[in-house]
Nanobody, 128 residues
Framework: QVQLVESGGGLVQAGGSLRLSCAAS????????MGWFRQAPGKEREFVAA????????YYADSVKDRFTISRDNAKNTVYLQMNSLKPEDTAAYYC?????????????????????WGQGTQVTVSS
């Protein structure tokens, strides 16, 4: 069983920055691919960014490319999402997710069904 706990959300003005963290339990965190998704009220959960177990492969949604950066620290069992130049349309609950097996994750990292465990989410609100 893997437990994921997100933190770092909050209220920020447009143009500001936030860094989200996702702390994972378990000794095999370094073998998981990790992803960030978000869900705005009344909308489906959508892909934001993902990172392979080694950090060597990274994917971003077009809407956040060049503004958001995903990274991980396997020694701390933590994955991060640095969010810069935030826009009101970035307002959503942000969720991290873990994919236990990355053998078929590459190229499909934006799909929710590729992830086995999910956190409870952290709210990000961007005011205009």
């Amino acid at each position: 069983q893997v437990q994921l706990v997100e933190s770092g959300g909050g209220l920020v003005q447009a143009g500001g920055s936030l860094r989200l963290s996702c702390a994972a339990s378990g000794r095999t965190f370094s073998s998981y691919a990790m992803g960030w998704f978000r869900q705005a009220p009344g909308k489906e959960r959508e892909f934001v960014a993902a990172i392979s177990w080694s950090g060597g492969t990274i994917y971003y949604a077009d809407s956040v490319k060049d503004r958001f950066t995903i990274s991980r620290d396997n020694a701390k069992n933590t994955v991060y999402l640095q969010m810069n130049s935030l826009k009101p349309e970035d307002t959503a609950a942000y969720y991290c997710a873990a994919a236990i097996s990355d053998s078929d994750w590459y190229g499909l990292a934006s799909l929710r069904r590729k992830y086995d465990y999910w956190g409870q989410g952290t709210q990000v609100t961007v005011s205009s």
